[in-house]
Nanobody, 121 residues
Framework: QVQLVESGGDLVQAGGSLRLSCAASGRIGSIRTMGWYRQAPGKQRELVTVISSGGNTNYTDSVKDRFTISRDNGKNTVYLQMNSLKPEDTAVYYC???????????????WGQGTQVTVSS
């Protein structure tokens, strides 16, 4: 099938930076959108940012001008550069991708296992 493996989560001080990566592997035919969601303790999972196969991006308001999403289509990898981190950015960050398996026509939603980002004040 398909696996999404995230990396890059860490403990960082407020104002610092982190770069998350998520690599998709398996029987991949094509990938539509890739994105990042996050879930803070006691809160619902929320969309942070998405990027289309063509490079169009959308961000939630709270991270605009601080976070940048990018992707390497050749490596089936999506990145999240997070700058000027705030304590309220603390959450488990999940990678998401809409993928069509090789030999199939339907696209399905896949999730990574999550990576912890903790921002201390």
């Amino acid at each position: 099938q398909v696996q999404l493996v995230e990396s890059g989560g860490d403990l960082v001080q407020a104002g610092g930076s982190l770069r998350l990566s998520c690599a998709a592997s398996g029987r991949i035919g094509s990938i539509r959108t890739m994105g990042w969601y996050r879930q803070a303790p006691g809160k619902q999972r929320e969309l942070v940012t998405v990027i289309s196969s063509g490079g169009n991006t959308n961000y939630t308001d709270s991270v605009k001008d601080r976070f940048t999403i990018s992707r390497d289509n050749g490596k089936n990898t999506v990145y999240l550069q997070m700058n000027s981190l705030k304590p309220e950015d603390t959450a488990v960050y999940y990678c998401n991708a809409v993928i069509r398996l090789s030999g199939f026509s339907r696209f399905n939603n896949y999730w990574g296992q999550g990576t912890q980002v903790t921002v201390s004040s």
